[in-house]
């Protein structure tokens, strides 16, 4: 639950969007102004509203406010509310003190949940914003089919014995989490159990538990003595390019929820291809202490629209979001990672933004390859490599900047680039991008994939533009060529069938094969006195239609009027 200070005048966009805990919001009397996107559908739907009684109708009627499906007074010392968890058991909860805004589970005058419930139950620590602190003399009583009790609790109260079935505490499980097992040994009702975090796996062992959804989710220990688990990484089938055993079953649909602790033990990694192929999931949480989410952990995970990356996140696998096309919204990528491996976020072609960290120094190749919403971004001034083609395919990137101070990069003259200082190398570009004049050489993939790149000039300071660096610019019409740098494998390839190309020096630019895609229906313009040249280079040669022009710029010709007057004429653009 978050409580609004009186203080608060409005609530931005997304402020609480992929808040996917929040249950309760407690509002002052007058109700700020909400942005329609500051909270999800589901919070409109499930969340609950706590307002002054005299500002209910208020906020009933306040635009975006009146979505909110319960708005209602804070409850009072006494009260007694029902609540339901994601896995579909409904808890009775009890007010024990309003102010403070805490409850315990059952009323105290019948069981807390059905009589009928089975298995290991997982005590709630809030219920619609309020905090639990206690347990009902006979919350648990007569719910003899519970066999194990998860609780979460930081700071736990003591409860009475009768709260449990007798034989729970010799024969079932208490699993706890371990860094503050200890508070829970002294406290009356906790310390009844004989079996609490059985040491029942090694190193390597999996298990599976079901999530607050239901749904059979396997762990892998990573160590055995601090009690460490990953989500298990998923077995897959080089011959039938498909996962053969995944951590949930592959049909899984709707929201997931991978638990903080698992039997006790803390949830720290999701493994390699964990969720891979599960192409039905909507949205997934992530536990706080999770630190690694593996190689291609969510690949093609083509229904995903939300997903929290948590504080302590540090290291993101190659391909870990690869292909997730309906991930939406702005992804936050945490303090404390340093790398993006290879195609992490490639082909999120839903991502609105993207925000890295102080703390990144490398982008891989193809990191967000084919991201197609992105509209801007800026490299933070730490990022000292960036891979080939890591922002190929952004077509609608159109502001690309490097942050002032990097010692590696830099966007010289606010070109919409980013350029290797040390060796004036363009790495990377977009289709607003001007070359300036300083570049020596345009990197490997530096345009791939600009599909609005209409046309580009290349300065003659430029002596080598590399393998596929306008490869799939499949609209470029004009190019001029001012040297005669060397042209790598496919540097043009599959430009447009009507391309011009100005090339204006009398030294043919040479290349390697296939460098250029020849334009059947376009032209080559060469330097007068040069056509011959030009006509017997590899590679021009095969362009049909050669034509010598003066240079822009630079050439002037003489002519007459009609009239007979001598004019001098210079080219300044063709």
């Not at 989490?177 to 040491?199: A, C, I, K, M, Q």
């Not at 096309?325 to 491996?341: D, F, Q, S």
């Not at 490299?379 to 077509?395: E, K, L, N, Q």
């Amino acid at each position: 639950g978050i409580t609004m200070p009186s203080t608060i005048a409005k609530i931005e966009k997304e402020a609480f969007l992929y808040n996917d805990v929040l249950q309760g919001l407690f509002m002052g009397t007058t109700p700020p102004q909400l942005d329609e996107t500051a909270v999800s559908q589901s919070h409109y739907d499930n969340t609950y509203g706590f307002a002054p009684s005299a500002s209910i109708a208020a906020y009933k009627a306040a635009d975006n406010w009146k979505n909110f499906a319960h708005i209602q007074a804070p409850y009072a010392i006494g009260d007694v509310f029902k609540w339901t968890d994601k896995a579909g058991v409904e808890f009775e909860f009890k007010v024990t003190d309003a102010e403070r805004k805490i409850i315990q589970i059952g009323s105290g005058s019948g069981p807390a949940v059905s009589t009928s419930f089975t298995g290991n139950i997982s005590l709630p620590t809030f219920a619609r914003g309020y905090q639990v602190e206690g347990i009902a003399p006979d919350a648990f009583t007569d719910c003899t089919g519970i066999s194990a009790v998860t609780a979460s609790y930081g700071y736990p109260v003591a409860f009475p014995v009768s709260a449990f079935p007798t034989s729970l505490y010799s024969d079932g499980y208490l699993y706890l989490p371990e860094d503050v097992r200890g508070r829970y040994e002294t406290l009356t009702g906790w310390n009844s159990f004989s079996h609490v975090n059985p040491d029942q796996f090694k190193l390597g062992d999996e298990f599976t538990v079901k999530t607050v959804e239901g749904i059979d989710m396997t762990f892998r220990v990573v160590d055995a003595k601090k009690k460490y688990v990953a989500v298990a990484h998923s077995a897959y089938s080089e011959e039938e390019h498909t996962s053969v055993q995944n951590v949930i079953d592959m049909q899984t649909a709707g929201p997931v929820t991978i638990p903080d602790y698992a039997l006790g033990y803390k949830v720290v990694e999701i493994g390699y291809n964990a969720f891979g192929k599960c192409k039905n999931i909507t949205s997934v949480h992530i536990p706080d202490a999770v630190e690694t989410i593996g190689q291609d952990a969510f690949l093609s995970c083509t229904s995903l629209e939300q997903v929290n990356l948590p504080t302590s996140l540090k290291e993101l696998g190659e391909g870990a979001f690869y292909y997730c096309t309906k991930l939406k919204g702005t992804v936050y990528i945490p303090e404390g990672v340093t790398t993006l491996e290879g195609e992490v976020f490639e082909y999120c072609s839903s991502l609105d933004g993207i925000v890295l960290p102080s703390t990144l120094t490398a982008i891989a190749s193809y990191a967000f390859r084919g991201d197609s919403k992105l509209s801007s971004f800026v490299v933070p001034r730490g990022v000292t490599s960036i891979g080939s083609g890591a922002f190929s395919g952004c077509r609608n990137l159109t502001k690309l900047s490097v942050e002032v101070g990097n010692p590696v990069y830099d966007s010289r003259e606010d070109c919409n680039a980013i350029i290797e200082t040390a060796t004036n190398e363009l790495v990377q570009a977009v289709a607003t991008t001007v070359i300036p004049g300083s570049v020596t050489a345009i990197g490997k993939s530096a345009f791939e994939s600009v599909a609005d790149l209409t046309e580009v000039e290349i300065p003659a300071s430029v002596k080598t533009i590399g393998k596929g660096a306008f490869s799939k610019c499949s609209n470029l019409e004009r190019i001029v060529i001012w040297g005669a740098p060397y042209l790598a494998y496919n540097a043009f390839s599959s430009i447009k069938t009507t391309c011009s190309i100005f090339a204006y020096s009398a030294t043919p630019p040479t290349f390697e094969d296939f460098a250029i895609a020849v334009p059947s229906e376009g032209k080559l313009f060469v330097p007068k006195g040069s056509l011959e040249t030009y006509q017997a280079a590899l590679g021009w040669q095969d362009i049909p239609v050669i034509k010598e022009v003066y240079l822009p710029g630079t050439d002037v010709f003489t002519t007459q009027n009609p009239e007979g007057v001598s004019l001098t004429i210079k080219i300044l653009d063709h």
